[in-house]
């Protein structure tokens, strides 16, 4: 069911195609697993560049306090999204009496890790546009060449961890769970910044 040449195969395609055209929400019809994780990756895409503009230059103050909202928004939904990519495999191997409830638990579950992969998918993108742009300065190309070479490593030993938990998961021989990121800042019963505005405009009212 898991495999990261896959999901990083279809990370990268996809970060092709959503830039040249971002408004394709064209999903992948191999299975639903691939659905959910494409649906993680657009997450993550979404949210490097709604944190773009914020760093435009000129940007206003309204501007700056919607984009936060929005990465607020983007943020959680990201990470709703790898909770779903693992709890999708849990009750795959549910159905297989695993993981094996005995062995070694791994620190980082297969969601984590793929949420890690999509943004070094656009890491690497973004670096590999740095390293052929024809404006840049002197030695702007060599440097990001270098950064490509170290990403492409990186992830490439990510991509491994992923091959090896998963191998271990099947044989019962390491396990993991579903580790809930419970945000807090989104929601107005949590968040002091929210519910303490919220009474002091009660009180004024």
């Known amino acids: 069911m898991l495999s990261a040449h896959e999901v990083t195969t279809l990370h990268d395609q996809l970060t092709e195609r959503w830039h040249i055209d971002s408004s394709n929400e064209a999903r992948p019809t191999v299975n639903e697993w691939l659905q959910h994780v494409a649906r993680q990756h657009r997450a993550n895409f979404d949210l490097w560049h709604i944190e773009d503009e914020a760093r ?20 959680q939904l990201r ?55 024809r404006d840049a300065p002197a030695g702007h190309a060599e440097r990001n060449l270098s950064r490509l070479a170290i990403l492409e490593e990186q992830r490439a030993d990510l991509a491994q961890c992923l091959d090896v938990l998963w191998r271990d998961t099947l044989a019962g021989t390491r396990r993991f769970k579903l580790y809930r990121q419970l945000k807090m800042y989104n929601d107005p019963t949590l968040n002091p910044a929210i519910y303490r505005k919220s009474a002091d405009d009660d009180t004024t009212a």
Not at 62 to 68: F, G, Q, S, W, Y
Request: negative net charge; charged residues 30%.
């Open 56 to 75: 435009t230059p000129g940007v206003t103050h309204a501007e700056l306090a919607d984009v936060k909202r929005r990465v607020d928004t983007t943020n």
């Open 79 to 133: 990470n709703d999204l790898a909770e779903d990519l693992d709890r999708m495999l849990l009750e795959w191997l549910a159905s297989r009496q695993l993981p094996n409830q005995e062995a070694p638990l791994h620190s980082e579950s297969p969601g984590l890790i793929i949420d890690r992969l999509s943004i070094l998918a656009l890491k690497i993108y973004h670096t590999g546009e740095e390293a052929q742009r």
